[in-house]
Antibody, heavy 118, light 110 residues
Framework: EVQLVESGGVLVQPGGSLRLSCAAS????????MHWVRQAAGEGPVWVAR????????GYADSVQGRFTISRDNAKNTVYLQMNSLRVEDTAVYYC???????????WGQGTLVTVSS | QSALTQPPSASGSPGQSVTISCTGT?????????VSWYQQHPGKVPKLIIY???KRPSGVPDRFSGSKSGNTASLTVSGLLAEDEADYYC??????????FGPGTRVTVL
């Protein structure tokens, strides 16, 4: 069974930094694209970033480009999201997800809450 | 990288069909056959129900179907059940390793 467990979400001040982790199990981690998607309370999901199985290709939403960095450690079956220069509008539950189907995210983890507030 | 457009709500009686539209541009939906749909019940994690415009993951009932014409994709839920009441989100690949989601459509089963 595929399992994704996110961690690292906390309360952080505007301008601060944070690193989220997503530990994966139950599938060949190094084969699949991995994504981060965020969802603010009462809003729909917003795509954040994507990384190829070998880590050699990445993509970012315009709203986080230059501030966030996605990476992965295939030896640890873990994907990361380094978040810098955090803004109040970055407040959301952050999910990691496997691109288990072509351009289809399945499954998703349970999410980790990031709150950016002074 | 603009968000896709969806109607905020849709409804139907049990047994009826409801169709949700998702409008993008010639840079996303119009260019790629990488449209996905997700179902989200309150307090739950989004669940993939359609990928590559028309394909269903294993375990998703065939009451759910997808299509695309030009810059607009559609999700049809046939034979509505009470359990289909949820929020539905479309997503599309937008090139350059970017994706975009729609704002969601709340489906109500009357």
């Amino acid at each position: 069974e595929v399992q994704l467990v996110e961690s690292g979400g906390v309360l952080v001040q505007p301008g601060g930094s944070l690193r989220l982790s997503c530990a994966a199990s139950g599938f060949t981690f190094s084969r699949d694209w991995m994504h981060w998607v965020r969802q603010a309370a009462g809003e729909g999901p917003v795509w954040v970033a994507r990384i190829k199985g070998d880590g050699r290709e990445t993509g970012y939403a315009d709203s986080v480009q230059g501030r966030f960095t996605i990476s992965r450690d295939n030896a640890k079956n873990t994907v990361y999201l380094q978040m810098n220069s955090l803004r109040v509008e970055d407040t959301a539950v952050y999910y990691c997800a496997v691109e288990g189907e072509p351009a289809g995210l399945c499954p998703w983890g349970q999410g980790t809450l990031v709150t950016v507030s002074s | 990288q603009s968000a896709l457009t969806q109607p905020p709500s849709a409804s139907g009686s049990p047994g009826q069909s409801v169709t949700i539209s998702c409008t993008g541009t010639s840079s996303d939906i119009g260019k790629y056959n990488y449209v996905s749909w997700y179902q989200q019940h309150p307090g739950k994690v989004p669940k993939l129900i359609i990928y590559e415009v028309t394909k269903r993951p294993s375990g998703v009932p065939d009451r759910f179907s997808g299509s695309k014409s030009g810059n607009t994709a559609s999700l049809t839920v046939s034979g509505l059940l009470a359990e289909d009441e949820a929020d539905y989100y479309c997503s599309s690949y937008a090139g350059s390793n970017k994706f975009v989601f729609g704002p969601g459509t709340r489906v109500t089963v009357l």
